[in-house]
């Protein structure tokens, strides 16, 4: 071979890059002393040459091609922490593309079998339906959360949130987080007893049952995912709360009930499509009563330059197919334009950082049993999308924003006291 995958290494990403390659050929490049990553063939070249990088090293990754020496599977942050923070390729000059050529062409370039865990291209999903049409819509859902309900048990905790927590301090555990995440938006959307909440996008329930339960409202959550719905309608029951809430297996544009005192929206808006946005708040708007207040959680870009789908092609074909995201502040425009006053808004970015990082160390500590409901290659996928989330909040590659609005009467009454309470309010009541 004209020259080592070491060499190949060194010449195009450097030395300085806090990793060390030791490669099939026998050679070594990078580091002396940094992470160990090892080349085990030529077919994983191939994936990470004919794929985008997150695409490619992951699908190199799940077929046992590539390996970190030392790795925790369940929490790999240290590695994703390098790999993200300051890994770039350096462009070839013109003389050298006759090397890099001849490389390519010694390695057997050509595009490996697709790893089971990855959805179809984006172009090929076409066969189900439109984008964020309701069939596709629910497809992508049932990619993302149809895995078993015992690993999100495992992962997420008692709580069963899959959303970003609040950290009141620095001492909260990630239960106390979830909780006092729910809370907050209870004092946010100002709930009080015999109101009604609608819960869209609800997951397995955690924001009915606390409303429900520490704020006398009756709620509906609606969620795609019939294993989520089928989980929190059999808590309801455990807990005594049926006839108050309900959890329903549905497309939140299938709820025709209105007059609603308050809507939650948690993490639901990263799969609706930002040219939805203006429906999609038109539709919460109209489910609400003359002052009822509309709160909308989710994960953002950190600008506004750029809206739609995922630039991060990993996100894309392994986790969120379909997802999209755009600036809280386009966010805020389309809610003022549907008609809805914004009233407040907060970046919660810290608080999801350290959210997927309790998520990471709970698979981790779970890895076995994790393998044993989900597979190996399903939970490698969530150890690196964990993990490399976490890195992305901490960088500021992406952040998490509430923002709370109300749908103000004819006569501009708005229902809103002169100054907020909510964070002066005890934050769990018993």
Same mark, same amino acid.
């Given at each position: 071979?004209?020259?080592?995958?070491?060499?190949?290494?060194? $010449?195009?990403?450097?030395?300085?890059?806090?990793?060390?390659?030791?490669?099939?050929?026998?050679?070594?490049?990078?580091?002396?002393?940094?992470?160990?990553?090892?080349?085990?063939?030529?077919?994983?070249?191939?994936?990470?040459?004919?794929?985008?990088?997150?695409?490619?090293?992951?699908?190199?990754?799940?077929?046992?091609?590539?390996?970190?020496?030392?790795?925790?599977?369940?929490?790999?942050?240290?590695?994703?922490?390098?790999?993200?923070?300051?890994?770039?390729?350096?462009?070839?000059?013109?003389?050298?593309?006759?090397?890099?050529?001849?490389?390519?062409?010694?390695?057997?370039?050509?595009?490996?079998?697709?790893?089971?865990?990855?959805?179809?291209?984006?172009?090929?999903?076409?066969?189900?339906?439109?984008?964020?049409?309701?069939?596709?819509?629910?497809?992508?859902?049932?990619?993302?959360?149809?895995?078993?309900?015992?690993?999100?048990?495992?992962?997420?905790?008692?709580?069963?949130?899959?959303?970003?927590?609040?950290?009141?301090?620095?001492?909260?555990?990630?239960?106390?987080?979830?909780?006092?995440?729910?809370?907050?938006?209870?004092?946010?959307?100002?709930?009080?007893?015999?109101?009604?909440?609608?819960?869209?996008?609800?997951?397995?329930?955690?924001?009915?049952?606390?409303?429900?339960?520490?704020?006398?409202?009756?709620?509906?959550?609606?969620?795609?995912?019939?294993?989520?719905?089928?989980?929190?309608?059999?808590?309801?029951? $455990?807990?005594?709360?049926?006839?108050?809430?309900?959890?329903?297996?549905?497309?939140?544009?299938?709820?025709?009930?209105?007059?609603?005192?308050?809507?939650?929206?948690?993490?639901?808006?990263?799969?609706?499509?930002?040219?939805?946005?203006?429906?999609?708040?038109?539709?919460?708007?109209?489910?609400?009563?003359?002052?009822?207040?509309?709160?909308?959680?989710?994960?953002?870009?950190?600008?506004?330059?750029?809206?739609?789908?995922?630039?991060?092609?990993?996100?894309?074909?392994?986790?969120?197919?379909?997802?999209?995201?755009?600036?809280?502040?386009?966010?805020?425009?389309?809610?003022?334009?549907?008609?809805?006053?914004?009233?407040?808004?907060?970046?919660?970015?810290?608080?999801?950082?350290?959210?997927?990082?309790?998520?990471?160390?709970?698979?981790?500590?779970?890895?076995?049993?994790?393998?044993?409901?989900?597979?190996?290659?399903?939970?490698?996928?969530?150890?690196?999308?964990?993990?490399?989330?976490?890195?992305?909040?901490?960088?500021?590659?992406?952040?998490?924003?509430?923002?709370?609005?109300?749908?103000?009467?004819?006569?501009?009454?708005?229902?809103?006291?002169? $100054?907020?309470?909510?964070?002066?309010?005890?934050?769990?009541?018993?």
């Amino acid at each position: 071979m004209s020259m080592t995958v070491g060499e190949a290494f060194d $010449r195009y990403l450097g030395p300085g890059t806090g990793l060390r390659i030791e490669a099939y050929d026998g050679s070594t490049g990078g580091d002396p002393d940094g992470q160990v990553v090892r080349i085990h063939s030529a077919k994983a070249l191939n994936y990470l040459f004919t794929a985008s990088r997150s695409v490619g090293l992951m699908r190199a990754y799940l077929a046992d091609e590539i390996s970190f020496d030392g790795m925790d599977e369940g929490n790999p942050y240290r590695e994703l922490s390098l790999y993200l923070g300051g890994l770039s390729v350096r462009r070839p000059q013109l003389r050298e593309l006759p090397d890099l050529a001849r490389f390519v062409r010694e390695t057997g370039l050509h595009v490996p079998e697709i790893p089971p865990q990855e959805a179809p291209a984006p172009w090929r999903r076409i066969a189900y339906g439109l984008r964020h049409g309701r069939a596709r819509d629910a497809k992508a859902i049932q990619h993302h959360y149809d895995v078993s309900n015992k690993f999100y048990e495992m992962v997420l905790g008692p709580s069963m949130a899959y959303t970003c927590a609040v950290y009141p301090d620095d001492e909260a555990t990630l239960e106390e987080a979830q909780s006092y995440k729910f809370d907050l938006v209870c004092r946010k959307l100002g709930l009080q007893p015999g109101m009604r909440l609608l819960d869209v996008g609800c997951g397995w329930g955690g924001m009915v049952r606390h409303a429900v339960t520490h704020y006398g409202v009756t709620a509906l959550g609606v969620t795609l995912s019939r294993n989520q719905a089928t989980w929190g309608q059999e808590m309801l029951a $455990r807990e005594g709360l049926t006839d108050r809430a309900e959890i329903r297996h549905s497309d939140y544009r299938h709820v025709t009930e209105r007059g609603f005192d308050a809507v939650s929206s948690i993490g639901l808006t990263e799969h609706v499509g930002v040219r939805n946005y203006p429906a999609y708040f038109r539709f919460l708007r109209d489910r609400l009563r003359d002052q009822g207040r509309l709160l909308n959680h989710c994960i953002t870009r950190p600008d506004n330059k750029r809206n739609g789908p995922l630039k991060d092609q990993f996100t894309n074909r392994f986790t969120f197919p379909d997802g999209e995201l755009s600036g809280s502040g386009h966010i805020v425009r389309v809610m003022e334009d549907t008609g809805l006053e914004v009233r407040h808004q907060e970046n919660l970015r810290e608080h999801y950082a350290r959210t997927t990082g309790a998520w990471s160390q709970n698979l981790s500590d779970n890895w076995e049993a994790c393998i044993a409901q989900a597979g190996l290659g399903t939970a490698r996928v969530w150890g690196a999308y964990l993990a490399g989330s976490r890195v992305n909040f901490e960088l500021n590659n992406i952040q998490l924003h509430q923002v709370l609005a109300v749908r103000t009467s004819a006569s501009g009454d708005s229902g809103f006291e002169l $100054r907020p309470t909510w964070e002066t309010e005890a934050a769990v009541r018993d």
